[in-house]
């Protein structure tokens, strides 16, 4: 095997670190526009408007925004005051959140395969959930997701939700939203409706008055 001298091997290095310092990589997921290509700016105006005024009216703290995309709504949080951490399955939307929002702290996690307690006798590092503690939850645009894509029951999903905060804001996607019908393709979800979901977040709901619910039509905001 030729010997490589050290000005051969600090030139490869150069030319090496040169190459990698260049690397540029382009956002391509179809989720880190989403936002855009979902609503009309009017639409995102007034629905950031609505999610700032909740957030305006609820104690600073520790925010979980679920299903974030490019953290449009979660920056409406932090810039009020809030400790946000916002949670995407997608690579490119962390990425995005990281790169451009810096007051966000983003996580890669699957809301329905979220991270596990691990090490020795699983106790080591604790889950997801144990380790987030949010006072609030925003759901945004996600619930379709869990019950269609993933076929989570409703009421599992509010009885996830209501276990871990205080306070939580959720987007209701009707199965007559664009989205949520293109998910669905004509499958039924004779469950997934309006009048179940707030009956499962009536029961489920903390009876507590520090409790609280708020519920959104999608078409509204």
């Known amino acids: 095997m030729p010997k490589i001298s050290q000005r051969q091997l600090l030139i490869f290095l150069a030319s090496l670190k040169s190459y990698v310092l260049s690397m540029r990589y382009d956002l391509k997921s179809a989720w880190s526009n989403y936002d855009d290509c979902s609503y009309s700016v009017a639409a995102r105006a007034d629905k950031r408007l609505v999610v700032a005024q909740i957030l305006q009216h609820l104690p600073y703290g520790k925010v979980l925004d679920l ?40 996580l890669k996690v699957n809301v329905c395969n979220p991270t596990p307690a691990i090490g020795w006798n699983n106790t080591e590092r604790k889950s997801f959930w144990e380790r987030c503690n949010p006072d609030t939850i925003m759901c945004l645009a996600l619930l379709h997701h869990l019950c269609i894509s993933n076929n989570t029951p409703l009421d599992y ?65």
């Open 157 to 221: 999903v509010a009885k996830l939700l209501s276990e871990h905060c205080e306070h939580l804001i959720i987007e209701w996607v009707p199965l007559d939203d664009p989205k949520a019908a293109a998910i669905a393709f004509n499958r039924i979800f004779p469950r997934y409706n309006l009048d179940v979901f707030k009956s499962a977040s009536a029961i489920t709901s903390p009876s507590r008055k520090k409790g609280r619910w708020q519920i959104q039509n999608a078409q509204s905001i």
């Open 67 to 106: 299903g974030a995309n490019t953290g449009h709504y979660s920056f409406a949080a932090a810039i009020i005051g809030h400790d946000v951490t916002a949670v995407d399955s997608d690579h490119d939307c962390v990425q995005y959140i990281t790169t451009h929002k810096p007051l966000i702290q983003a």
